[in-house]
C-alpha cells in the first residue's frame, strides 16, 4: 500500500497564481484533513473532510478550497497564492472507527515570491 | 492559551539518558496522538491512545485524562532518536481533525 501519496514535494509559485496540491490516499480511510505547519506555531487545520462530498472549514480556511469527489481523493487548491500561504503543507487521513490512527503525506513545501 | 502545550520546546541530552516530554491539553478528547517528526521529513504516527500506557520498543507513553496530560519517554536514548515529537489531540466523539501541540525538538549527543 502506498499510504497517502502528496503531489509535488516542492512548489515555486508566483503572487496571484493558482496551483493545487495533490493528496490521495489507498486505504478507504473516511476521514481527510489539510494542515499547514508554519516555524514555531505548529500544524493548524486548513479543510477537513468526513467523507465523499462532505468538507467543512478548519482553524486557517481563507485563501484556499478543497472537494472530496471519491474517497480516495482530496485536493487543496489555492485560488490566489499569497506570499503568506508559504509553508509547508500536510495531508493526512484516517478511519472513522476507533481507533481511528492517523496516516501522513510526506509534505508540500510551497514557497510564494 | 493554546488548547495543547508541550514541554519543553527544546531538548537536548546526551545518549543513554532517559527522556520525559509532556504535554497538557485543555479541551476534552476522543485521543491523544504522539507523532514523530525527522528534520526535513513527514510525520509519523507513534501512539494514539485514551487511556492508560502503550509502550512500543524504547518508546513509552502515558496519559491521566482526570489531569488532561500526556507524557513520551524514551529509554536508552540514541542519536536516531534525534526528532520533533509532537502531541495532538482528536476533538470529543470524533477523530476528524487534530488539534497540535507546538512540538519538542529533541536532540540526542554521542
Known amino acids: 500500500n502506498a499510504g497517502v501519496t502528496q503531489t509535488p514535494k516542492f512548489q515555486v509559485l508566483k503572487t496571484g497564481q493558482s496551483m493545487t496540491l495533490q493528496c490521495a490516499q489507498d486505504?478507504?480511510?473516511?476521514?481527510m484533513s489539510w494542515y499547514r505547519q508554519d516555524p514555531g506555531m505548529g500544524l493548524r487545520l486548513i479543510h477537513y473532510?468526513?467523507?465523499?462530498?462532505?468538507?467543512d472549514q478548519g482553524e486557517v480556511p481563507n485563501g484556499y478550497n478543497v472537494s472530496r469527489s471519491t474517497t480516495e481523493d482530496f485536493p487543496l487548491r489555492l485560488l490566489s497564492a499569497a506570499p503568506s500561504q508559504t509553508s509547508v503543507y500536510f495531508c493526512?487521513?484516517?478511519?472513522?472507527?476507533?481507533?481511528?490512527?492517523?496516516?501522513f503525506g510526506s509534505g508540500t513545501r510551497l514557497t510564494v515570491v | 492559551k493554546n488548547e495543547v502545550e508541550q514541554s519543553p520546546q527544546n531538548l537536548t541530552a546526551q545518549e543513554g539518558e532517559f527522556i520525559t516530554i509532556n504535554c497538557s491539553y485543555s479541551?476534552?478528547?476522543?485521543?491523544l496522538h504522539w507523532l514523530q517528526q525527522h528534520p526535513g521529513g513527514g510525520i509519523v504516527s507513534l501512539f494514539m491512545?485514551?487511556?492508560g500506557k502503550k509502550k512500543h520498543g524504547r518508546l513509552i507513553a502515558t496519559i491521566n485524562i482526570q489531569e488532561k496530560h500526556s507524557s513520551l519517554h524514551i529509554t536508552a536514548s540514541h542519536p536516531r532518536d534525534s526528532a520533533v515529537y509532537i502531541c495532538?489531540?482528536?476533538?470529543?466523539?470524533?477523530?476528524?481533525?487534530?488539534?497540535f501541540g507546538t512540538g519538542t525538538r529533541l536532540t540526542i549527543i554521542p
Open positions: 493526512a487521513s484516517s478511519y472513522s472507527n476507533w481507533p481511528g490512527g492517523y496516516t
Open positions: 486505504m478507504n480511510h473516511e476521514y
Open positions: 473532510s468526513v467523507g465523499a462530498g462532505i468538507t
Open positions: 479541551v476534552g478528547i476522543s485521543a
Open positions: 491512545l485514551s487511556s
Open positions: 495532538a489531540v482528536s476533538p470529543n466523539f470524533g477523530n476528524e481533525k487534530l488539534t
